[in-house]
């Protein structure tokens, strides 16, 4: 067994450590050999350089109601004392239509109790909530209940979880008349009746048992992507991609979602065969952009990338794994070696697609069985950082256990990642590049990674209203710049 199950024998989690088969205790085994640990409760300290799920300093922020919904806003996330800002204090008066109590352990859903009573959204009626003996008051939601709320209510709840640096917790909901959801708070120590002790238990043994199957992968992960782009007119005026593309296909149109849930399809996007080799998977890109102009055949629209080369279109580089486990180890380190790394040279317009679009951790399971990392921009400004991206994404995912560093854990670092503010960044990225240096793989393309490095240290930004297919070499096109 690769896990260690540490907590301060808190009253609640006796009967948990009963039922797990991980081994447990007060105190980590002085020849324990395993490769994580599991916090539960602030009675001991984070252990030095051991990783671990539900870090100790998490724990505490996410108890202290006024820094976790700084942290919280800052990804994006509503809560209470938000709501009220952007509200001007109305929310005082408004009432939810329904309540949900979400258990969360590692990125999963374990169960969803619902509560369909309406309570005034006050600090006083959050107070009665946390007064509130076990979960008497609602109902435990069934697969066949899984409405449009309860899945909204679930999602924001992992968000919610990995926001806060945590991964588990009880996090209670609040959907209100006009249809916001609302994180009311975060109990990172759940209380725990029989029916969670049972959930909880079943899934800290499948996290030991997916960890243990993960650090005995051999093959390395697949890796596949669909990158958008925008089609603009010589006037700086967005062309609808549907007017030559279809949904479907490697190359297809991809939709946004207006006020009043209207669905508009003004992106194009590449969906280029996967690969497990970075340079292939390049191969493959450029086969689908020659196919994409074919099918665009109006040669005069510019084709843009990057965050958002004109207001309200924010665009997405979207990268697929496969043949590798979705963990929060692999999505933190997607974040830090990759990621915040890339804010480096973000051209300034890219800022404004978070934290809406790209924050962090955002991800999407696919059919596949693989999943979608969703936090990245459109990176195809230029082959070179296009081959960047594939390369050091793809040492990252099969060498994370290898990478220590979690500077998005501290408030400042992730304020500046949502904001844009490079200079703060610069430094703490050269020290990961350094960790990426020490890599097994790295010296096999390190042409390319040192190029990224080099263009990363010197802030040099891609330019999100150039025409793409300049720097691609595709045939035909003229240098146009346009003024959005």
Known sequence: METFFLHGQEQEVIALTERIQIPSGT???????????????????????????????????AQNRRKREETLALHGIKTVSSHAAKTHGKADVQTFIRKYKVAVFHLQTLLVYEKKMTHLLTEQSLQQQRQLQGTAAYAEVQPSQMSF???????????AIYALGLDYGL???????????????????????NRLIQLFAQAIDLYDQSLEKELGRQ??????????????????????????????????????VLSGHRVILPLAELRPQPAVEPLQLMRNLRVTMGLAA???????LAWLAGGMPVRGYPLGGHLHFSRCWLNSHLLRALDTYLALPLILIEDLSTCDRRPRYGFLGDYRKKSHGGFEYRTLPSWIATPELTEGV??????????????PRQPLQEHDVQAAYYRGEKHKLLSIVHSLWRD??????????QNVLDRLKSQLLSMTSWKETVDIRIAWRMTKVEPLVVHT
Not at 175 to 192: C, F, N
Request: hydrophobic content about 40%; overall charge neutral; glycine content about 6%.
């Open 149 to 159: 709320h309860v899945r909204r209510a679930s999602r924001e709840a992992v968000k």
């Open 27 to 61: 105190r980590l085994p002085e020849d324990w050999q395993g490769q994580r640990v599991i916090h539960w409760g602030t009675s001991h300290d984070d252990v030095p350089n051991v990783p671990c799920l539900q870090p100790v300093k998490a724990i505490r922020l």
């Open 390 to 403: 594939f390369t050091l994404a793809s040492l990252i995912v099969n060498n994370y256990w290898r990478l």
């Open 294 to 300: 074919r099918k665009i055949s109006d040669a005069s």
């Open 171 to 193: 996090v209670t909901i609040g959907i209100t008349r006009a249809g916001h959801t609302l994180v009311l708070d975060v109990e990172p120590v759940p209380r725990l009746n």
């Open 436 to 445: 990426l240096e020490q890599l097994r793989g790295y010296e096999l393309h």
């Open 219 to 256: 093959e390395h992960a697949m890796l596949g992507c669909d990158p958008e782009f925008l089609l603009v007119n010589p006037q700086g005026k967005v062309v609808f991609a549907d007017r030559f593309l279809t949904r479907d296909g490697a190359v297809g149109c991809d939709a946004i």
